[in-house]
């Protein structure tokens, strides 16, 4: 057997086991059939997991701020916190795993999560190349959609994304095959289902906000088979709403439109592919002010994760900073998450909140330094905003 056949033959072995376990998956996302109903349970338990970097900080004023809101559910029993410690890189490496064991136990003791940022090694970096905690809890709890909004009223924007979280290049990105040293191969996963309640929840989002139009989003005219399938698929699922404008475009352009002033107007509600997702998302949220103030929902049909859109910010801790750092992001996942779980009007009175503190009002600014207001400093004029705009 020549070098070059066995190569190829161990890489085809390799492919041959990642296909078995991504057909398993697609049989296993088929038999969760209904949501979790929290008005249904006895006590919604949300997880707090701060994760490394700046995410424990923001993370628990965050869960002040959700306590503050939540007080009376809280003492009553329909409301429990739970901190789940152990995302960080340390223990990560340590273990040499994405999750470790006991804190994935502990997720999925929980029906909704609030998670810190956490670090994913690079090349070069001193850890162990682990996979994304992100991208594995996201597998592991079946996190199937990243919803994300984007709203800049004076510029006409109010844009609402629905991601596909746990296909596409991202499926099996850390599974790829170097065949030789001159080849490297990875792999696009696309499967009926995960198209199907993706593109399912986008238009239910639409249809139930008045949102009028969905835009799919793909390369379909390159990445024809897995990107062609979402996109039949999708079509397919809106033409059961015809009520609402259907339209679709390639990843490309469409990051040319969103800096068209004019053009970026018509756009409401999309619906895309995992990795197109996860690019323009972030060129959408500087829009609004930049990663800092954007928050993210994943959304599977037993459990969901709410986030903050950037990264853990090592550096800041390093140098001494941690205690300036800003916590909109994961107020504004807050945000979300009291919408999820059915504390709509807790969820408005955060929000509003919000908008006057960073935008508004502006009595306290966060830098990241000492030039500004701690991160607490800030939990505790949104909190004060709140008191007064509910009086």
Known sequence: MTDE????????????????????????????????????????????????????????????????LLKDEVARGKVEFKEIDGLTIENRAACNKAIPDDVLEELKK?????????????????????????VAMRKELDLFANMRPVKVPEEGIDWTFFRENTEGGYAVGSHGVNITDDLAVDFTVATQEGCE???????????????????????????????????????KIGAEYPEI???????????????????????????????????????AAEFQGGVGTAGSANIGKRYAMFEAIHGSAPRMIKEGRGQYADPC???????????????????????????????????????????????????????????????
Not at 20 to 49: M, N, P
Not at 249 to 264: F, N
Not at 332 to 361: P, T, W
Request: charge should be neutral; hydrophobic fraction near 35%.
């Open 5 to 68: 056949k066995k190569v190829i033959d161990e890489a085809v072995e390799k492919f041959r086991s990642l296909m078995e376990s991504q057909l398993a998956r697609a049989k296993k996302i088929k038999q969760d059939k209904d949501f979790t109903d929290y008005d249904a349970l006895d006590t919604i338990v949300i997880g707090i997991c701060g994760g490394d970097g700046i995410g424990p900080v923001i993370t628990k004023e965050s869960e002040r701020v959700l306590a503050f």
């Open 110 to 134: 929980c029906h909704v999560i609030l998670k810190g940022p956490t670090t994913t090694p690079r090349a070069g970096d001193p850890w162990p190349n682990v996979e994304s905690a992100n």
């Open 197 to 235: 309640r993706i593109a399912r929840l986008a238009y239910e989002y639409a249809r139930k906000n008045n949102k009028g139009k969905v835009s799919i989003i793909t390369k379909a005219n390159i990445i024809k088979t897995t990107d062609g399938k979402f996109l039949k698929t999708a079509q």
């Open 245 to 283: 404008v259907t339209d679709d475009w390639y990843i490309d352009i469409t990051t040319a439109k969103l800096i068209d002033p004019m053009r970026r107007k018509d756009f409401k509600v999309f619906v895309l592919p995992n990795l197109y997702g996860d690019i323009i998302t972030d060129e």
């Open 329 to 391: 992001s994961m107020l504004r996942a807050s945000v979300m998450l009291l919408s999820h779980i059915g504390y709509q009007e807790q969820a408005n009175a955060l929000e509003a909140a919000l908008d006057k503190c960073m935008f508004e009002e502006k009595k306290l600014t966060i830098t990241g330094r000492d030039t500004g207001c701690t991160c607490s400093e800030f939990g505790d004029y949104v909190m004060d905003t709140i008191t007064e705009m509910t009086k």
